[in-house]
């Protein structure tokens, strides 16, 4: 079944393929909405989120209690809170982005064709996304709001232990928007794994499909849809401590990969660690690490070195979400780098070293979505990055890789300005493409 609010109004049943098309004719709307109405929209969003702390807390304190008494594993139940600070975190974010440049309508590129006639690269909204995501009430906020101050239609599916949460949360937003003048329809929340496998059948109406979660959920939306997918895999991440890195520095910044937050696809599940280095910097990161309640594995040349169990080649593949590590001790920066591309899923990747040459080789022959020089992999979100938060992390390479921000949620259309001019003129020669660039913006 899937549930729309709006206005306080009675939940009613609709089928997806019509809800698509709903969202799609809303789409369209909004894609022509201008920037001073969707910037007052999301700050009725965050005034809504506000003053209904109370009812969101309690919704998700259902969510909570359900999921305990379903044995959710302490991470997913951690991701799972939304308590005030989360709220706090979500206003913050949302008054963030209120302050960024609206995408729609920005001049890519100008170019002079022949006097008079103009060709411009204009941004402009994908359509219709659908999002299906962890069981994070954040996101679905994050990715709302992103699709609005964007433009984009979008049809949210969240993860069943927050149902209550996102129930509120999408009544909330339509209310807020439906009241300052935002198009009905352009946020619907989807509720069932049946609500997704119909949706994957709506490419009339569906531009992209942007799935968070593991490798083999990403590869079952691609075989099963013939809408485009921007796929977040598993966020396996690597640091890799160099013999030229500053020991007390690396072990510092290696704990903060790991340990600041362990449920979530930028922190750290493997560290490779130079030969040369390991038996001086393994013995203070394990002391260090393990203060922060982690448990580490290694491979057979890490246990011989410092105390811990003995890693598997399962290791290397796994995303923990979870205070666990694996160490692998390499010959050399290419061992690491051939361990990354095999292993690694293309999220986020740093070298952490003082040498400035060593540090280029790694940022220009590791092939990721993110490679950092010396600082935590956490750093690695859109809304870090200046962004506005993040729909997902794309790991493809298509026209969006890496945190997927507002950017990520523009496509672009070619806006030609003529003045009368026939193509057999220049096809029998009597004019000449003069194909020069522009340095200015399209407006009519």
């Known amino acids: ?42 700050a009725a969003i965050a005034k809504k989120l506000n003053n209904n702390r109370t009812a969101i807390i309690e919704a998700n304190n259902t969510d909570i209690a359900e999921a305990e008494k379903n044995n959710l594993e302490a991470p ?8 005030n ?9 949302i008054e963030s982005l209120i302050k960024l440049a609206d995408p729609v309508g920005a ?18 909204p994908i359509g219709v996304i659908g999002v299906v995501f962890e069981s994070r009430p954040d996101a679905l906020v994050q990715i709302s709001t ?12 969240g993860g069943s232990e927050a149902l209550h949460t996102n129930r509120i949360l999408t009544k909330l937003i339509g209310e807020a928007t439906s009241e300052t003048g935002i198009p009905e329809g352009w946020a619907q929340l989807l509720e069932t794994r049946s609500d997704v496998n119909e949706m994957l059948k709506a490419d009339k109406y569906i531009d992209l499909i942007i799935p968070r979660g593991s490798n083999e959920f990403v590869q079952y939306i691609m075989n099963n849809s013939n809408i ?39 922190a750290l599940e493997t560290l ?26 290694g491979c057979v040349k890490t246990t011989e070195i410092i105390n811990i169990e003995p890693a598997t080649d399962e290791d290397w593949r796994t995303e923990y979400l979870d205070y666990i590590l694996s160490i692998k001790i390499v010959v050399d920066m290419q061992e690491a780098i051939d361990h990354i591309h095999q292993y690694g899923s293309g999220h986020t990747d740093a070298i952490l070293t003082d040498n400035e040459s060593t540090a280029a080789y790694f940022i220009q022959n590791v092939d990721t979505g993110n490679v950092f020089w010396n600082c935590s992999t956490r750093f690695s979100d859109g809304f870090r990055y200046g962004l506005g938060a993040e729909v997902g992390v794309s790991t493809n390479k298509i026209h969006a890789r890496g945190p ?6 523009m496509i672009y259309k070619w806006v030609m300005k003529g003045n009368k001019q026939i193509v057999a003129d220049f096809a029998e020669g009597k004019k000449q493409f003069t194909h020069k660039p522009l340095d200015k913006r399209f407006k009519i």
């Open 85 to 93: 600070s989360k709220i706090d975190d979500t206003i913050t974010g």
């Open 76 to 83: 997913l139940l951690k991701r799972l809170k939304f308590d």
């Open 107 to 124: 001049t890519i590129k100008a170019t002079e064709l022949y006097d008079g006639m103009e060709l411009y690269q204009v941004s402009c």
């Open 228 to 266: 485009p997918v921007l796929g977040h895999a598993d966020g396996i991440c690597h640091s890799y401590v160099d013999t030229d890195a500053d020991i007390d520095a690396a072990v510092k910044i290696a704990v903060d990969s790991k340990t600041q937050y362990v449920a979530v696809c930028n």
């Open 1 to 42: 079944m899937l549930l729309i609010f709006n206005h306080y109004k009675i939940i009613i049943e609709m089928g997806i393929q019509q809800l698509a098309e709903t969202t799609k004719k809303a789409s369209i709307k909004l894609a022509a909405i201008n920037t001073i109405a969707k910037n007052n929209a999301l």
């Open 146 to 157: 992103l699709c609005l101050k964007s433009g984009n239609g979008v049809l949210l599916k």
């Open 272 to 297: 490779l660690v130079h030969e040369k280095i390991a038996k001086e910097f393994l013995p203070k990161f394990k002391t260090a690490v393990e203060a922060k309640g982690a448990t580490l594995k």
């Open 404 to 409: 997927v921000g507002l950017e990520g949620l």
